[in-house]
């Protein structure tokens, strides 16, 4: 495939050993380009041996603020971190003991495309997840509460990393009013801040 139409991708890793090895598989695939500067990629692959808040911080800055989709390499995601990796943005989940060549390059293209790549397992968790919230009554954890079409618009330009005065711009409100969606959000669903709201929303499909 011709250089300029190959998929650009950067590699971050906790340690040479790991980089050099996905950098290694990675350009093995022709349709896919490894480069060293996370800031010219369209896709940032991050190997990761803990989620902690350092690592969804990473991710988080990789997505919204680089504007870069992400894959995520990792040995195991706990049931309560799911909805925190989707929640930052990732477009595809690798476990390392999958991590062959096509697996990595298969999960590069289809994020570049916009598209999501969860193992089999993963995508069982987060079914059940919704399952149970469907099934959770008014005074239970999860009971689906009803999204404005304005608290929709505003949810998804957060999930999308926009602050609150390029929201305002974007829809033609007032700060003070995009504020107050949010506000009323986390009160009404006892959220605790918007990445919370967004993770709700994302949940019960709203976005």
Known sequence: MP???????????????????????????????VCGDA???SV??????TLDEAALTRLRRAVRGEGARAVLVTGAVREHELLDVIECGVGAIVWR???TAHRLAQAVLTTARGGGDLPTDLLGQLIGQVRRLHQGGPDQPGFILSFTK???DVVRLVAEGFDTSEIAQKLAYSERTVKNVMHGLTTRLHLRNRAHVVAYALREGYI
């Open 150 to 152: 304005r608290e929709v």
């Open 44 to 49: 940032t692959l991050f190997v990761e041996d």
């Open 3 to 33: 250089k300029d139409r190959r998929v650009r991708v950067s590699v971050t890793a906790p340690d040479p050993i790991s980089r050099e090895g996905v950098v290694s598989q990675l350009r093995r695939h022709p349709d896919v380009e």
């Open 97 to 99: 003991r999958e991590a």
């Open 39 to 41: 800031a010219s990629a």
